[in-house]
């Protein structure tokens, strides 16, 4: 390796890459992070991640309860024990829920609030991932690399979760629960975004903090080491 080193072509590629190296932790620390710390702390002033009534992030289902149906005597004039059948039968198709061919009020969409700041946030934890990759030689930066891919898995979920209950509804109109899980996890969402902003800005600062501490090692990654190379 020390023979290889002293090839003056690769000696070149070395300089230059440890150049590269220190130039990009170098302007990651004195502009780039100090400028998405203050835009993410500016956004978390907006009005839209400030809301403390709740119910005002709260979206329509536009899924209407549909009308109960009245069951008489002489329902399709069948009496006796011919309609203690249906209504047996009738009992149990209530319990099978609805069968949904179509959304009487078109497709069921997903809470806009939710959906604008959700597209606003991802960008910015691609972001802080795509950072951490560009900046491999601090190794505690695997952990925030981490953190922030976790965001995007916590939102996925929550498409999901919310998925699932919408299609609940669309089944058993009828079942107030439902409807009120939906709201429920609409609000724990917001709340989350919110604290996800939140963690980003003091991740970037974190960073800040961590590079400027390490960028002796940055530029001379294994000091002790290098003159015996040469």
Do not use: W
Request: aromatic share 6%; charged share 30%; net charge negative.
């Amino acid at each position: 390796m020390a023979s290889l080193l002293k090839v003056p072509e690769v000696k070149l590629r070395v300089d230059s890459f440890r150049e590269r190296i220190t130039s990009e932790a170098e302007d990651l620390v004195a502009n780039f992070f100090p400028k998405k710390l203050l835009e993410l702390d500016g956004f978390l002033k907006e009005p839209i991640l400030n809301i403390h009534d709740l119910t005002q992030i709260h979206s329509d289902m536009n899924l209407p309860v549909p009308d109960p149906i009245l069951l008489t005597n002489s329902h399709d004039g069948l009496d006796g024990p011919n309609m203690k059948k249906r209504k047996l039968e009738d009992h149990e198709e209530t319990f099978q829920g609805t069968k949904v061919f179509v959304m009487p009020n078109g497709m069921l969409k997903s809470n806009q609030q939710l959906v604008d700041i959700i597209e606003k946030v991802k960008p910015e934890i691609r972001l802080l991932i795509e950072k951490c990759n560009t900046e491999e030689t601090v190794a505690e930066l695997r952990t925030v690399e981490s953190e922030a891919a976790s965001y995007l898995d916590q939102i996925s979920r929550y498409y999901i979760t919310r998925a699932k209950l919408v299609s609940k509804i669309a089944k058993y109109p009828h079942v107030e629960d439902y409807r009120r899980t939906v709201t429920e996890i609409d609000e724990k969402e917001y709340i989350s975004l919110r604290l996800i902003i939140s963690e980003l800005r003091n991740q970037y600062v974190t960073l800040h903090d961590m590079i400027l501490k390490n960028i002796e090692k940055i530029k001379r990654p294994r000091s002790s080491n290098a003159e015996t190379l040469y």
